[in-house]
């Protein structure tokens, strides 16, 4: 805890990075997970393989994936980046599929009454009532995403991880203490910010 107190500065630096990092990492996981969360949804039969291999990629140790990683990539942030893109895309395509195949389909129809193409459904109708849902399963790849970049303090990328590693390379248990906390504390506020936006969706397209 000392650690926190005394160097809050460092703590805010290294969350900051930790921030960017995971935000980049899914915003790139998501544009990959949509699309094939769209075909799974789209074609039932490539839906079972696709989340199956989604599902064993996840099932990977972290560790065990970030050595190979870095044997690819080399050290730096690369390695974690693409760590946190693969273990996202399990939970935001699952969520994309089950909330484009969850839109009431009296409602798609009336969109096919009304005139509406294929994309201006998608876009109008089966997006917007897919959200919350969608939502939901960024919520809880964010949360992973958060735990699993305080690895990239082992391969040399800034975060969190910087101050666990350090810690126990230094013996200093302040610093292991200060970055676990952080770390705690950032995926708190983070769920607790997605829970919000996921219930407010709901709310609107109720």
């Known amino acids: 805890m000392n650690y926190l107190v005394t160097h809050p500065g460092r703590v805010a630096e290294l969350s900051v990075a930790h921030i960017e990092l995971v935000a980049a990492a899914l915003i790139a996981a998501s544009a990959i997970a949509f699309p094939l969360g769209l075909v799974a949804a789209r074609r039932p039969a490539i839906a079972s393989w696709l989340l199956g291999a989604l599902g064993a990629l996840y099932t990977i140790p972290s560790l065990a994936l970030l050595a190979v ?13 693409v760590a946190l893109v693969l273990y996202a895309q399990f939970m935001l395509a699952r969520n994309v599929v089950a ?41 809880v790849a964010a949360i992973a995403a958060i735990a699993i970049a305080t690895l990239g303090g082992y391969v040399g990328t800034s975060g969190l991880g910087v101050l666990i590693f350090n810690g126990l390379t230094l013996h200093q248990s302040s610093m292991i203490v200060a970055g676990s906390l952080a770390a705690s504390m950032l995926a708190i506020v983070v769920d607790a910010l997605l829970r919000l936006a996921e219930r407010r969706a709901r709310d609107a397209f109720a």
């Open 69 to 81: 990683l870095v044997e690819l990539f080399g050290l730096g942030p690369v390695p974690i980046f």
């Open 99 to 139: 909330g484009i195949n969850g839109v009431d389909r009296a409602q798609i129809d009336a969109a096919c009454g009304l005139g509406m193409s294929p994309g201006e459904i998608l876009r109008r109708v089966e997006i917007p009532q897919a959200l919350p849902v969608m939502i939901g399963g960024l919520r």
